[in-house]
DNA sequence: CACAGTACTGTGCGGCACACAATACCTATT
DNA sequence: AATAGGTATTGTGTGCCGCACAGTACTGTG
């Protein structure tokens, strides 16, 4: 998997996730890694930015089986955070399609073309 | 406009614009930089680094209007990697929205309900 | 005790967007 | 002649961040 097309777009993963109730660090990794290929070397840095940057606060809880799991709460600067990214993230995503369908979807046939063109 | 975003996806725009019909550099650049926000600084060096891989071999025209022009044309190489980059992408993608849209896109209420949760 | 799940920390690398800068060619305008 | 603008290339440097790799540490279970 590309890993350039990730950039960025996992801390908005990370904010979406932790939106509507507090999740502890494994349980967001897991998540996340249901849809996307990404491992914790990449969201517990994350985690740990938006932490220091006022977005989370955090707090541990004792687990039933290991070590206590610290607990990640969104704070309003985090949502107002994610109001932003996620705007930003629709606007780009926006702009992107215009270019990536230009002419609508391409089909085998319109591969078989641009392939007879280039041949010439 | 965050920057990180553009990671990777650019060059699939490129590969994108010169899949029909040969381009110069500036038309690609007039036409990507009218759906996102990106300069010479960053297509430029994606065209060089497309052409060194083979995905391009390029001719120079002359203009009406200044400087010869170089066209792109795409390859069969540069075909192949058009497809690959799009699957990827559309696959990643589709990853994404699966994480930003659980529950349903959300809504004022559904902020202010979040905003409530935070200040207990 | 070993192991697995949970959790944190630190280092280093690679890739790429992009700012900044310099060069140069051609035409049209002043 | 000088200037400006569109076209085109090249090079340097910076910053960000995904992620591999590595090490530490706590807890309950087999």
Redesign the pocket.
């Known amino acids: 998997?590309n890993?350039?097309f990730?950039?960025?777009?996992?801390?908005l993963c990370v904010l979406t996730a932790l939106l509507e109730e507090d999740k502890?660090?494994?349980?967001v990794i897991?998540e996340i890694s249901q849809y996307l290929?990404?491992?914790?070397?990449?969201i517990?840095?994350?985690?740990?930015?938006l932490t220091m940057d006022g977005c989370f606060t955090?707090y541990l809880e004792e687990?039933?089986?290991?070590?206590?799991?610290?607990y990640y709460r969104l704070t309003q600067k985090g949502l107002k955070q994610y109001k932003e990214l996620r705007d930003e993230w629709d606007q780009f995503i926006g702009g992107v399609y215009q270019i990536l369908n230009q002419g609508g979807k391409k089909s085998e046939e319109v591969f078989e073309r641009i392939s007879q063109r280039i041949k010439e």
Chains 1, 2 share one sequence.
Do not use: C, F, H, W
């Open positions: 998997m890993a350039q990730k950039r960025g777009i996992i801390e502890y660090g494994y349980l897991n290929d990404v491992n914790e070397n990449t517990y840095p994350i985690l740990r930015r955090t687990s039933e089986l290991g070590a206590p799991r610290k």
